[in-house]
């Protein structure tokens, strides 16, 4: 995983020194700028290029349930880009979801949140994308199998799915959370991962932001819930969380390092003060905690054996673990998401947090995939699930049969 944050973060650097094209007069700097600064805290290039290949040029497969949808290019080519796109264009697409053609975009691109990007955001993330240097590069817009390849099924999905909407300040709560809500809601599409999805692949607005499973990862409740959200976390525990990929409490690994790396950490300390407190005061909700498993149930017991010959010497018997080195399991939200795709994945493959300069050798979570069965695995994070105050839901051995197959074939 450290692997992964740091070809990411290689991957990151020709955003920072993108230069500043000539051709845009002066008094579009500021706004230019602005477009710029936006478009991070839209994660938009994340998606718009190939790793490894131009920033922008498009080209990346975005996994949806019904097949890949291929990101078209984004710079100015006249041809294979968007050079031939207005402003308006660009609101409209970003606005509703509809290309200058008519034509329907699916919601792997999450206009169903950019739709609350304003007008002149919208324009000044445009104004951005025209300073790109031009890249002729044709991708494939027509990957998906019939029936879902008929864009104009999209018109029935809007219809039952979506509302084209401005972002509406609430005069009830402070300046700061409002902001924090325009990016969490809009801009930063958090939702599009962090809210359960219906049959059709559309965000359940009743559960927003109460987790979701995507790409084998369990995104986690992020609201202010305290089993399984944020509840224990403070505002600074988030900002740092965002900002650096890590905190005393958790890394982000996977589809999280990927928006820590192109966006949050790009974003200004106020705006990732005001996410926080956006996600810290909107509220709790989530599913209600499930019975603990008895002490003497089967798999409990088995789960106890494992844990004290395998974990224990590093997460201690009290599952408090070792500050600064072993993180705590006990309150762990992670350990007790209603999925429990991460801690099988943490289980199986093991986990290595970003090095950083503070700490350049961060220990690192063996992998027990080799050593452990599909029932001890899924004994022992029934254990951990249902241990010292945690509760959730027991984990049959398919499930860690499942993933471990999941994971090899992914394997990096
Ligand atoms: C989660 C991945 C993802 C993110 C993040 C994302 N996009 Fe996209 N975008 C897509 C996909 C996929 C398509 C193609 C959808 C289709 O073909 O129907 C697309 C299409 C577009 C289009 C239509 C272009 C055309 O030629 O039809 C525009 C414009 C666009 N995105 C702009 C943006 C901007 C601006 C941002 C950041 C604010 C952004 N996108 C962020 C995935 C993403
Ligand atoms: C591409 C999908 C995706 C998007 C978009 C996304 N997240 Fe995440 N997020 C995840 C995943 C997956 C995890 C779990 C990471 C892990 O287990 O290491 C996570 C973890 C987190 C956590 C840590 C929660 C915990 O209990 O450990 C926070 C906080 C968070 N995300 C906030 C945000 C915010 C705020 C946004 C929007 C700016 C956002 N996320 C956008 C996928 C996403
Ligand atoms: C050699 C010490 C060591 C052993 C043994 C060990 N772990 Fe870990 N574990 C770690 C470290 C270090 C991390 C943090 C890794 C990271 O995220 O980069 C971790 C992280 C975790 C996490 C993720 C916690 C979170 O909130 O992100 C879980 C769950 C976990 N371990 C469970 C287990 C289980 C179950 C066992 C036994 C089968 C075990 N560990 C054995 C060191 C260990």
């Given at each position: 995983m450290?692997?992964?944050?740091?070809?990411l973060?290689?991957?990151?650097?020709?955003?920072?020194?993108?230069?500043?094209?000539?051709?845009?007069?002066?008094?579009?700097?500021?706004?230019?700028?602005?477009?710029?600064?936006?478009?991070?805290?839209?994660?938009?290039?994340?998606?718009?290029?190939i790793?490894?290949?131009?920033q922008?040029?498009?080209?990346?497969?975005?996994?949806?349930?019904?097949?890949?949808?291929v990101?078209?290019?984004?710079?100015?080519?006249?041809?294979t880009?968007?050079?031939h796109?207005?402003?308006?264009?660009?609101?409209?697409?970003?606005?509703?979801?509809?290309?200058?053609?008519?034509a329907?975009?699916?919601?792997?691109?999450?206009?169903?949140?950019?739709?609350?990007v304003t007008?002149?955001?919208?324009?000044?993330?445009?104004?951005?994308?025209?300073?790109?240097?031009?890249?002729?590069?044709?991708?494939?817009?027509?990957?998906?199998?019939?029936?879902?390849?008929?864009?104009?099924?999209m018109?029935?999905w809007?219809?039952?799915f979506f509302?084209?909407?401005?972002?509406?300040?609430?005069?009830?709560?402070s300046?700061?959370?409002?902001?924090?809500?325009?990016?969490?809601?809009?801009?930063?599409?958090?939702?599009?991962?962090h809210?359960?999805?219906?049959?059709?692949g559309?965000?359940?607005?009743?559960?927003?932001?109460?987790?979701?499973?995507?790409?084998?990862?369990?995104?986690?409740?992020?609201?202010?819930e305290?089993?399984?959200?944020?509840?224990?976390?403070?505002?600074?525990?988030?900002?740092?969380y965002?900002?650096?990929?890590?905190?005393?409490?958790?890394?982000?690994?996977?589809?999280?390092?990927?928006?820590?790396?192109?966006?949050?950490?790009?974003?200004?300390?106020?705006?990732?003060?005001?996410?926080?407190?956006?996600?810290k005061?909107?509220g709790?909700?989530?599913p209600?905690?499930?019975?603990?498993?008895?002490?003497?149930?089967?798999?409990?017991?088995?789960?106890?054996?494992?844990?004290?010959d395998?974990?224990?010497?590093?997460h201690?018997?009290?599952?408090?673990?070792?500050?600064?080195?072993?993180?705590?399991?006990?309150?762990?939200?992670?350990?007790?998401?209603?999925?429990?795709?991460?801690?099988?994945?943490?289980?199986?493959?093991?986990?290595?947090?970003?090095?950083?300069?503070?700490?350049?050798?961060?220990?690192?979570?063996?992998?027990f995939?080799?050593r452990?069965?599909?029932?001890?695995?899924?004994?022992?994070?029934?254990?951990?699930?249902?241990?010292?105050?945690?509760?959730a839901?027991?984990?049959p051995?398919?499930?860690?049969?499942?993933?471990?197959?999941?994971?090899a074939?992914?394997?990096?």
């Open positions: 450290r692997r992964l944050f740091l070809v973060a290689a991957a990151l650097l020709p955003i920072a020194a993108l230069p500043f094209t000539a051709g845009a007069a002066p008094d579009d700097y500021t706004q230019v700028e602005r477009g710029r600064y936006l478009a991070i805290g839209g994660d938009c290039v994340a998606c718009h290029t790793p490894g290949g131009t922008w040029a498009g080209g990346r497969g975005i996994q949806t349930p019904f097949g890949d949808i990101t078209p290019n984004l710079t100015p080519d006249e041809e880009g968007i050079g796109w207005s402003a308006d264009d660009f609101y409209r697409a970003m606005h509703t979801g509809v290309m200058p053609s008519g329907h975009l699916y919601p792997a691109f999450p206009y169903t949140y950019y739709t609350k007008r002149a955001d919208s324009d000044a993330i445009y104004a951005f994308l025209r300073t790109l240097p031009a890249v002729h590069n044709a991708v494939d817009r027509d990957t998906l199998p019939f029936p879902f390849k008929v864009r104009a099924l018109l029935g809007n219809e039952m509302r084209a909407g401005t972002f509406e300040a609430d005069p009830q709560r300046a700061e959370y409002n902001r924090g809500a325009y990016l969490v809601e809009g801009l930063g599409h958090c939702g599009a991962c809210t359960p999805m219906n049959w059709a559309a965000n359940d607005a009743a559960r927003y932001l109460q987790g979701n499973v995507l790409q084998a990862w369990t995104d986690p409740n992020i609201t202010d305290q089993r399984i959200g944020l509840g224990s976390w403070s505002v600074d525990d988030i900002v740092e965002l900002k650096t990929g890590r905190n005393a409490r958790a890394q982000a690994s996977g589809p999280m390092a990927e928006v820590v790396v192109y966006s949050t950490s790009g974003m200004s300390d106020a705006d990732l003060h005001a996410i926080a407190t956006y996600l005061q909107r709790a909700a989530g209600a905690a499930p019975s603990p498993r008895p002490a003497d149930d089967a798999q409990m017991q088995s789960g106890a054996v494992v844990y004290t395998n974990c224990s010497a590093c201690k018997r009290d599952g408090t673990g070792v500050e600064a080195m072993f993180p705590p399991l006990r309150g762990d939200q992670v350990v007790q998401q209603t999925d429990p795709t991460t801690v099988l994945r943490i289980v199986l493959q093991g986990a290595q947090g970003a090095a950083t300069d503070a700490a350049p050798t961060a220990p690192a979570m063996p992998a995939s080799w452990l069965s599909d029932q001890q695995v899924a004994d022992v994070v029934t254990y951990i699930r249902n241990s010292w105050g945690n509760t839901q027991a984990v051995a398919s499930d860690a049969a499942r993933l471990r197959k999941r994971v074939d992914t394997a990096e």
